[in-house]
């Protein structure tokens, strides 16, 4: 990446944390009326098959909009879906921030086709701020989508969503009491930097996957993307990294928990499910996916730490052990301390919890607790070809 073009991009990171963006308080302030309420924090999980997408409202309605995926490469069909949602909610098609969480077809669509360029050009959204990974620095397994987003970027895309690099610690603007944090992104400092797209087998695009931290006041909210969570090969050329274990100690306890990679055998493990300890987690899923999600063993260690709510039924195959179906999932909580999902009520909490050795993780993740220097494993060891094996 030339040196001009990166300098843009670091200043764009600097005006994402000091300026809301075209869409500031739209909801609040003339944007329409739509069904959210001054005053209270919502999180729309978007039933749009086995894909993504998740509309956040700040009480003051100030918004973010966390990935916008479809199904298939050439199909509309999840951006018209969500288009028409988050207009529903806010009653306009302006949004302060996109956040891509990284670049497959079921987080972003095809560029020319569906996803966030479609709600773009076709339905006219205005968007102040798109954050993004560093795809400059960090190339693992590049396909076809991102390549067109890279280019699409740099191209028409720039004044259209005001590209920036989500680095660690970026934080979004969603109105005073709420705290939104980027806290992993490009492998959170676990995985190398540089371009192995010709490898025989990089990393998987999941592994550089952003995540997020909100919290609004006892309540506490964790989004990943398809966040990895063990190092496997896989058969189709890319290899996955546990990035889940190095990431849980800076996540903490929380609420609630919108799982990993869509409930997949490859994230949500079994340290960093009992590190977040989430009263309820939610899986975005589609029915009939040819991937078994959500995968029985994750559906288990979700549903032993909380209540399971699911966007679709996923594999028939899979057992949901009082998990529910229930279409679009969304959180309310108008305090920071009450909060209902799909109406359901629950009580925000800071539980006291232990960490006897001071390493980042609890005791329930811990296999000793009273030694530092002994911490989680990852989860199918280390790959020393793209990670340090040490302790980082």
């Known amino acids: 990446m030339p040196g001009p073009r990166r300098a843009l991009y670091t200043s764009a990171v600097v005006a994402a944390l000091i300026s809301p963006g075209c869409g500031a308080g739209a909801a609040a302030d003339g944007c329409g009326t739509g069904t959210w309420h001054r005053g209270v924090l919502e999180i729309h999980h978007l039933d749009v098959g086995q894909a993504d997408s998740t509309l956040i409202v700040g009480p003051t309605g100030r918004t973010v909009l966390v990935d916008a995926g479809e199904t298939d490469w050439d199909l509309t069909t999840g951006a018209q879906r969500i288009g028409s949602y988050v207009k529903g909610v806010l009653g306009c098609a302006r949004l302060d921030y996109v956040l891509i969480t990284h670049f497959h077809l079921d987080h972003i669509g095809y560029v020319g086709k569906g996803g966030l360029w479609h709600l773009v050009n076709v339905q006219g959204f205005e968007v102040g701020q798109t954050l993004h990974r560093d795809f400059r620095a960090y190339l693992g397994d590049a396909a076809g989508t991102l390549r067109g987003w890279r280019s699409y970027l740099d191209g028409d895309g720039r004044k259209q969503l005001n590209p920036a690099v989500a680095g660690l610690d970026t934080r979004l603007d969603l109105g005073p009491g709420v705290s939104l944090r980027i806290i992993a992104s490009d492998g959170a400092g676990l995985l190398r930097t540089g371009n192995f797209s010709r490898d025989a087998a990089p990393p998987n695009e999941n592994d550089y996957s952003v995540a997020l931290r909100l919290r609004f006041g006892q309540f506490d909210y964790f989004l990943g993307g398809d966040l990895s969570g063990e ?73 032993a730490a909380g209540a399971v709510y699911l966007t679709e039924r996923g594999d028939l195959k899979t057992r949901l052990r009082g998990a529910r179906v229930a279409g679009h999932v969304v959180v309310r909580s108008s305090d920071g301390v009450s909060y209902t999902v799909n109406g359901d009520p629950y009580v925000a909490r800071d539980p006291s919890r232990v960490d006897a050795d001071g390493d980042g993780y609890f005791r329930e993740a811990d296999p000793d607790d009273a030694a530092s220097a002994v911490v989680p494993a990852p989860r199918g060891g280390c790959d020393p070809m793209y990670q340090p094996c040490t302790r980082p």
């Open 231 to 303: 190092f496997a090969s896989s058969d189709y050329g890319y290899a996955y990294h546990d990035v889940e274990t190095h990431v849980a100690r800076l996540v903490g306890d929380v609420d609630v928990y919108r799982a990993n990679h869509h409930g997949s055998d490859h994230s949500s493990n079994a340290t960093f499910v009992a590190q977040l300890a989430p009263r309820v987690s939610i899986i975005s899923v589609g029915d009939g996916n040819p991937f078994g999600h959500p995968r029985q063993a994750t559906l288990d260690r979700l549903s």
